[in-house]
């Protein structure tokens, strides 16, 4: 970094655009007419960001969506209630305790063929995972057309409802493999 001839730092003002080292006597602007008032020179002026485009946005909902609407239409066309096409719930194998996601696949099995009343038999708690899946997936189609950023309902959520939720997810766990539960069991 060059000094100035007192030793100081150099000290830099903008003339007309330039950079000028504000310690050399060459720094004061020559004596003259003021520039013209007018627009500033394009170069000062930073350009707006392009917009992002419409399928640019889409991407990630709709690959989303593609890809939950394939593992449907696989569930839906595999059937899990015949032995051999999915493997075993581990937990229910190992302990005979139902875990929360027992029931899922024919639940899904039975969502994608409409068959509503044997999906809730199959597992309720999934069949409202659809429901809130579907609201939000919706939520970011529209966000994305509409160009608006999206931010998930979902990791916007304080820490007490996460425990909500994971109460909510224990308290069906329990129950389903309670005698008096057993309307939850698959």
Do not use: Q
Not at 155 to 164: D, E, I, S
């Amino acid at each position: 970094m060059r000094r100035s001839p007192t030793g100081a730092a150099p000290f830099f003002v903008i003339v007309d655009n330039r950079r000028v080292d504000a310690s050399s006597p060459s720094a004061a602007p020559a004596p003259g007419p003021a520039p013209a008032p007018g627009p500033a020179p394009a170069a000062a002026v930073p350009a707006a960001p392009a917009p992002e485009r419409l399928a640019r946005r889409l991407a990630a909902p709709v690959g989303t969506l593609a890809a939950v609407v394939a593992a449907f239409a696989y569930a839906g066309a595999v059937d899990p209630n015949e032995p051999g096409h999915y493997p075993v719930c581990p937990l229910l194998k190992l302990t005979g305790v139902l875990c929360p996601g027992c029931g899922g696949l024919r639940s899904a099995h039975a969502f994608a063929h409409g068959d509503l009343a044997a999906a809730f038999g199959a597992n309720a708690l999934a069949v409202l995972g659809y429901g809130i899946f579907a609201v939000l997936i919706a939520v970011w189609l529209v966000r994305a057309v509409r160009g608006r950023a999206w931010r998930p309902a979902l990791a916007a959520l304080r820490p007490v409802y996460w425990w909500g939720i994971g109460a909510v997810v224990l308290a069906f766990t329990v129950v389903r493999n309670l005698p008096f539960g057993a309307v939850l069991a698959p």
